[in-house]
């Protein structure tokens, strides 16, 4: 048999091993000398090494019962920086020991470490699952500007936690041992490796340092990723059956998970949010433990096909009762949310045995086999955590209702905003604009005198009721503003609280300055320069008027003229002159203004619509496209939210 072996990385820890071999030379080379005297000499199995040096544990020593063995995972030295950094390397004394004790008497052949790292084929993710890591990097490079680093903390750590993994060998599964004070997680390591590593005993806590175990070479970086040094690296029991069921474990034993030492607790996050797999070990007392399922199981329920749950020391149950524990367990496990991988279904795994005796520990490493010979845990777990990473955005990207601006929401900011500027109020002036022209143009003189008169007259002080320019000016913002409220409300109605907020602030920033803007742009477009134009049958209307007045002027001054008896007596012509004058100037007048309507209203109603389209382009440059591109925004990061949870369509 052989015996187990140090395991630990030359490349992977050199300055480590240099600073403890520097400490081990500077621990007195008087007490060496009392420590090689007892290890070397005085102890069974163990003798001084060439050129009578000994090593403390992780030295490697020449004795009859052991040959402590220092192999290269993957770390490319050579046997001669394999020799030197194995004299200043150093391991836990008492576990050496023990393990030494274990193999005492038997002949061990010396194996030839062969000095080529082994090629590490890297981890390869499948195409939906690289879609989905796409999916979920875009979706945080554009949703940086809008949510703050907290709520984007954890999909940050899945991608770079997947790209570091990526890296990593793929023929290796990495499976962590987990479980409260007491419940023989070390029992349980132990039982897997075929020999005793990690310490066990009734000292609580025991394990104070995560211990890492390997049954094939090539998987230092996936220990140096998860913070194990050399010192703490073991090989299990070597034998062949062991090699071809688990080749390619690498299996980490960790501090307790409710230790008093918040170091140990530490240890237990952090390596746990690393590794491929975890079994958590539960004893009949604990099984039931709130921590343990609120703080570790339910988070983790998504992660069912990377659990195993083992129910140890049912050796201490008497008769059915472990079957009564064992199906209590199921039942948390259920409430929990973790599915069951029963009848062949995916799920968490859920195993009763026991380490002290060995029952049940066979079926844990025929499973663990099956398990690690698929090599599909490393893309489970980080497909795992996407999938919870997603549930934890689900708050800020979906919506349970269609989002964005309605075109009858467009219509009715343009409506506001013209209102805001007086579009209809311009157009009717405009209109009376071209009426008056034509009433200058084609009314009688003695009309135009009087109503001349009249404007005159109106316009004198205290006759009508003239608003200031402050009022108009106040009247107008307050209409900017209820229009820019009542198009963000429904803008940002129904999207989640970050992007109705960023909805908001881009309409804010666009609403400033939009009433000065629109008051320009009033002055601008809705006060036509010079007269309004002619239609063609203006200087036909002109030429009767003047005709209209001239009978007038003609019929009146013969009149005249036969009263001073300048003419001869004869009222009939000028008399019917005047009447043709007096009649047909009105007529003429009467006639313009029938004509003049369908142009007129026409005129006011190009004006109004030139106003109503300024305004609509102003609030728009200023209003809505800032709002329109935060609503493409979010629905962008929609869709890519909706390739991170795997839908394949728009979430919400």
């Known amino acids: 048999m052989t015996a187990v072996t140090d395991h630990w990385d030359h490349s992977d820890h050199t300055g480590d091993n240099e600073g403890r071999g520097e400490r081990g030379r500077h621990e007195g080379r008087g007490e060496r000398e009392g420590r090689e005297g007892r290890e070397g000499r005085g102890e069974p199995g163990g003798h001084q090494g060439p050129g ?21 995972d993957g770390g490319g030295a050579d046997d001669a920086s394999a020799d030197a950094d194995s004299e200043t390397a150093w391991d836990d004394g008492l576990i050496a020991r023990r393990v030494s004790e274990t193999a005492e008497g038997q ?83 132990n039982a897997l490796a075929g020999v005793a590593i990690s310490e066990t005993g009734v000292r609580r806590p025991t394990t104070a340092a995560p211990i890492a175990c390997s049954w094939s070479d090539g998987a230092a970086s996936l220990i140096d990723r998860i913070g194990i040094p050399g010192r703490l690296r073991r090989r299990p029991l070597q034998s062949p059956e062991a090699e071809a069921q688990l ?89 929990d949310g973790i599915a069951l991988g029963e009848y062949g279904e995916p799920g968490a795994s859920v195993l009763a045995l026991s380490a002290l005796t060995g029952d049940g520990v066979g079926e844990l490493r025929e499973a663990l086999g099956h398990f ?72 009688t003189p003695w009309l135009r005198l009087w109503r001349w008169c009249q404007d005159r007259y109106d316009l004198m002080p205290g ?3 003239v608003r200031t320019q402050a009022d108009e000016e106040a009247t107008a913002r307050q209409r900017v503003e209820q229009a820019v409220r009542t198009v963000v409300e429904q803008a940002a109605g129904g999207l989640p609280t970050p992007w109705a907020q960023a909805v908001r602030e881009a309409a804010v920033r666009g609403a400033q300055g939009l009433p000065e803007e629109l008051d ?23 030429l009767a ?43 003429v007048e009467w006639a313009c ?25 102003c609030g728009r440059a200023n209003v809505l496209d800032p709002v329109a591109a935060e609503l493409l925004r979010y629905q962008e990061v929609r869709e890519q939210y909706a390739r991170v949870t795997g839908v394949g369509a728009s979430v919400g």
């Not at 040096?53 to 063995?69: F, L, N, P, S, V």
């Not at 903390?153 to 023929?171: F, H, M, N, P």
């Open 52 to 72: 009578g040096r000994e090593g403390r544990g992780g030295r490697r020593g020449r004795g009859d019962g052991e040959h402590a063995r220092v192999e290269d």
């Open 107 to 189: 002949a061990v052949p010396e194996k030839v470490v062969d000095t080529k790292p082994p090629a590490v084929t890297p981890l390869a993710y499948d195409g939906s699952l690289r879609s989905r890591l796409d999916a979920l990097r875009e979706l945080v490079g554009l949703s940086r500007t809008r949510l703050d680093s907290k709520t984007l903390a954890e999909a940050g750590r899945v991608l770079d936690e997947a790209a570091a993994r990526r890296r990593l060998s793929g023929q290796h599964t990495v499976v962590a041992i987990a479980g409260a004070t007491g419940s023989g997680k070390s029992q349980l390591f």
């Open 247 to 335: 080749g390619g474990l690498v299996l980490i034993d960790l501090p307790d998970h409710d230790s008093a030492a918040v170091q140990h607790r530490e240890h237990v996050d952090r390596i746990l949010a690393l590794v491929d797999a975890v079994i958590w070990v539960v004893d009949p007392e604990k099984y039931a433990d709130a921590v343990l399922h609120e703080r570790y199981l339910r988070p983790m329920a998504g992660h069912a096909e990377v659990i195993f749950v083992v129910l140890n020391q049912v050796d201490r149950l008497p008769g059915e009762a472990a079957d009564q524990v064992l199906d209590d367990l199921r039942r948390l496990l259920d409430e």
């Open 372 to 443: 690690v010979a698929r090599r599909a845990a490393a893309t489970r777990r980080i497909s795992a955590d996407l999938d919870a990473a997603a549930a934890r955005l689900w708050p800020v990207y979906a919506t349970e209702r269609r989002t964005g601006l309605s075109e009858e929401a467009r219509e009715e900011f343009a409506d506001r905003l013209a209102d805001a500027v007086g579009a209809t109020a311009a157009g009717e002036a405009a209109e009376r604009a071209w009426l008056r022209n034509a009433n200058r143009a084609c009314g």
């Open 463 to 465: 006759r009508l009721p």
């Open 520 to 542: 320009e742009l009033a002055a601008r477009v809705g006060s036509p320069a010079g007269r309004p134009p002619r239609p063609g049958w203006w200087p036909a209307a002109v």
């Open 545 to 587: 008027q003047a005709s209209m007045t001239i009978f007038q002027v003609i019929g009146g001054l013969w009149l005249l003229g036969q009263i001073i008896g300048f003419m001869s007596p004869n009222l009939g012509v000028p008399v019917l002159l005047m009447a043709i004058g007096i009649v047909g100037g009105p007529c």
């Open 593 to 617: 203004k029938l004509a003049a309507r369908g142009p007129a209203r026409r005129y006011g109603q190009e004006a109004e619509q030139r106003l109503r389209e300024a305004a609509a382009s």
